[in-house]
């Protein structure tokens, strides 16, 4: 295969948590292509079954820390090319008969993904990597998998003390009966570092819930006066354009309220949103259901800047979708990003091994290669029409 290998090595069973002790061993090839030699990369590592749902599945997902010795000592590596750190996370990719849901929607973030202006750095790109790797596990095998970089702080390159200047970082968690749609404000924070479906990954280890809670209130409880003056210096609306056109290319129903971040770099600076766990998307919703191409999708964020008579929300949303139709939204630049990962799924073979590994798993990749193609031209067509509608 030409795809990388992982071989994990533990002498306990795998459980939700905490990690155990394993050993890894990582095969593959240059990521640059300038020799045909097979490099390896070994260490221990802490391994443990992630994932809510998905942990019902046999082919399980997993949460890796690279530890530098038994004792559990932390350990940074670049793997398969990507950033450096030691929290890393094999997407089984389970509820995804393609096999690359996820891996394209980020693919397709990347470029569109910008900090806010006055937070720019030319070398931070807030979201994730992902590659392919097939999977053994005490020798047997597991079938591919995404190995994928963790979200957190350091990858936005906060620094050590970036919380005493007001840099935080929330993940929504849970859809929390709307409050993380921005529909309710159901309580105060309390001295948790888990609040109405949103938790505080950054500072972890002292409780900073004020910045979320103002923002929470603006959109959720200020009057539209109130609102429309103070929304523009609390959240980059470039970037909240941006998320809007994304989830909705994507048509991504489970990212309106949960699996998003919201982070901030100090006091002065204006929130952004990053997206997260997209499995559910191009067409695929809950319980790996079939969706057509028609819809739009939004939480409370959304339709009040939209409604905004102040704002030109909508205007902008419009402007930004039209200039990506243009390159990185064309049907053709899409369906390029669809056939690399197509491609070095069917030329691996990976697919066959993947049918034959798991009972309960019967991919036809053609078939789901060419419903994503379909759907995506259809899908394009729809927002050529609903992003340029005139505002009601």
């Known amino acids: 295969t030409p795809v990388p290998i992982a071989h994990i090595v533990t002498g306990e069973a795998i459980r939700n948590e905490p990690k155990v002790l394993s050993w890894m061993a990582l095969q593959y090839a240059d990521p640059q292509g300038r020799k045909q030699s097979t490099r390896l990369y070994e260490s221990y590592a802490g391994i443990e079954v992630r994932g809510q749902s998905t942990r019902n599945y046999d082919k399980k997902q997993y949460g ?16 398969l090319g990507m950033r450096f750190g030691e929290d890393w996370i094999l997407d089984a990719m389970r509820t995804d008969d393609l096999r690359m849901r996820n891996k394209l ?4 973030w990347k470029k569109l993904a910008k900090l806010p202006e006055e937070d720019r750095m030319p070398d931070v790109y807030p979201g994730i990597h992902l590659e392919y790797l097939e999977l053994f596990i005490n020798n047997r095998y597991e079938g591919i998998y995404c190995l994928g970089e963790r979200f957190d702080e350091r990858i936005l390159r906060y620094a050590p003390n970036q919380y005493e200047k007001g840099g935080v970082l929330y993940e929504a968690i849970d859809k929390a ?15 948790s570092l888990v609040w109405d479906g949103w938790e505080m990954v950054y500072p972890d280890h002292e409780l900073h819930w004020n910045p979320l809670a103002e923002l929470r209130k603006t959109v959720v409880l200020k009057s539209d006066e109130e609102f429309a003056a103070s929304i523009a210096s609390m959240i980059d609306l470039e970037n909240v354009a941006d998320h809007y056109i994304f989830i909705n290319l994507l048509l991504a129903y489970d990212n309106i309220g949960k699996n998003n971040f919201y982070a901030r770099y100090t006091d002065a600076s204006r929130f952004f949103i990053i997206p997260w766990d997209l499995d559910y998307t191009w067409g695929r919703r809950w319980e790996m259901l079939d969706s057509g191409p028609r819809g739009m ?16 929300f909508h205007q902008l949303v419009t402007e930004r979708w039209n200039s990506y139709r243009k390159s990185i939204f064309r049907l053709d630049s899409l369906i390029a990003m669809v056939d690399h990962n197509f491609n070095a799924l069917e030329n691996s073979g990976v697919i066959g091994r993947e049918n034959k590994r798991w009972a309960d798993v019967d991919i036809d990749l053609e078939y789901e290669y060419a419903y994503i193609c379909n759907w995506i031209e259809r ?5 050529d029409e609903k992003l340029n509608e005139e505002p009601r």
């Open 177 to 191: 009966e709307g409050s993380t749609r921005f529909e309710v404000y159901q309580s105060e924070p309390g001295k």
């Open 105 to 108: 929607s980020f693919e397709v």
């Open 379 to 383: 899908r394009l067509q729809i927002l």
């Open 64 to 79: 890796i820390e690279l530890w530098a010795n038994e004792l559990e000592t932390d350990r940074s590596a670049s793997l």
């Open 297 to 312: 999708t939004g939480n409370g964020l959304h339709h009040r800047l939209m409604e905004s008579d102040e704002l030109d």
